[in-house]
């Protein structure tokens, strides 16, 4: 189970990093930091989800569920330091990141 949730963050980090490769207006310091953006992107889809009793997902949960993801990466990019992102680069990366974690095979959103 620590070791499933240890695999998990580090492919979301992954996939933070990618995306922020391909993506304009997303930047981020290194791989510790992507990390610290993946567990804040799940702390933030934790509890929007719970709001909004929405799950966030670019892929596969429709509009509301990317705009959520947009919006929670959006703000990951105003809580970590060493993370940037606008508005088109979380729109962007939010389908960047569901694309490379899906062939990653990790749950970000």
Request: glycine share 18%; aromatic share 8%.
């Given at each position: ?6 695999i998990k963050i580090v492919v979301s ?37 719970r709001l909004f009793g929405k799950e ?54």
């Open positions: 189970m620590i070791l499933d949730l240890i980090g992954l996939a933070v990093l990618i995306s922020s490769w391909l993506t304009p207006g997303m930047s981020v310091d290194g791989f510790g930091t992507a990390i610290l953006v993946a567990l804040v992107i799940g702390i933030l889809d934790f509890a929007l989800g966030a997902a670019p892929t596969g949960q429709g509009a509301k569920g990317f705009f959520l993801a947009a919006v929670i990466l959006y703000l990951a990019g105003k809580i970590v330091s060493g993370f940037s992102v606008g508005i088109l680069g979380a729109l962007i990366g939010a389908l960047i990141i569901g694309l490379v974690d899906g062939l990653l095979g990790s749950k970000l959103f």
